[in-house]
């Protein structure tokens, strides 16, 4: 794991903090190993319910390492190609985790901090912070997913202005569009980001895990398909512990107390 990554447990809450304050918590591909290493292995943890991803020094991550870039641009295009490749993994590894991730984004997110911050399934931001996606500036097209993740959240002419000018959109604009989830004060995002995790952990875990699936399948998905598959779904959930559970608890006007994993 990557020295600069650094976890604390509350609950079933896991808390995973970028602490590289020097570089603005700049990614490197030690740390696309290290992150990935952290999710699996929250994957196969079942106390672990839901986690949260931030940076440490005020500021969430300031993408790629600059001196690293340079030096990969020296390299034959194979090694080029591999740094990226990490990255990816690291983002599908996210996205495809059961259990619920939440960005507590401080000072901002640059390059490939941007989709760090998006391939988490909520966002909580510090009021004034901002998103850049600042590869144009040194002459470099975006990654990440980063045009990926956005295509699906933000107009096309918003999305073009940020890959072609690199200009910082601060997060209220992106709370309005409804890609922030939730705005605090500066130095509240962690606080706020753990309590929504703590919320979520105490959810019925299955039914969240398959929440995500659905989420992240829906732009790719026809109606149709969509429909057959939430149909199916509902069906099995229905059946499960947890929804026998709800729905017992909703009638019977208490509190539920969910198992599944």
Do not use: W
């Amino acid at each position: 794991m990557s020295n600069n990554i650094e976890t604390s447990r509350s609950g079933a809450v896991l808390t995973v903090v970028n602490n590289d304050p020097a570089s603005r918590n700049a990614l490197s591909p030690e740390f696309y190993k290290g992150f990935r290493e952290v999710i699996e292995e929250a994957e196969r943890d079942a106390s672990v319910r839901a986690i949260v991803l931030t940076g440490a020094g005020g500021y969430f991550c300031s993408g790629g390492n600059v001196n690293g870039l340079k030096q990969r641009s020296e390299s034959d295009i194979t090694v080029r190609r591999s740094s990226v490749d990490r990255l990816h993994a690291m983002i599908r590894t996210m996205r495809s985790c059961s259990k619920p991730i939440i960005a507590a984004l401080e000072g901002g997110a640059a390059g490939a901090g941007v989709p760090l911050a998006l391939a988490c399934d909520m966002i909580v931001a510090a009021k004034g912070a901002y998103l850049s996606v600042a590869y144009v500036r040194i002459g470099l097209t975006p990654d990440g997913g980063t045009t990926g993740l956005l295509g699906h959240m933000i107009p096309r002419q918003l999305l073009t202005e940020m890959v072609m000018t690199g200009d910082r959109i601060d997060v209220e604009r992106f709370h309005t569009l409804g890609v922030i989830n939730r705005l605090t004060e500066p130095g509240a995002t962690l606080d706020e980001a753990q309590a929504l995790a703590a919320r979520l952990a105490v959810g019925p875990g299955n039914t969240i895990a398959i929440d995500k699936q659905l989420v992240t399948a829906a732009p790719e998905s026809t109606l149709d398909h969509q429909l057959d598959q939430e149909a199916v779904l509902v069906a099995e959930a229905l059946g499960s512990p947890d929804g026998k559970e709800g729905i017992a608890a909703f009638l019977e006007k208490r509190k539920p107390d969910f198992t599944g994993l």
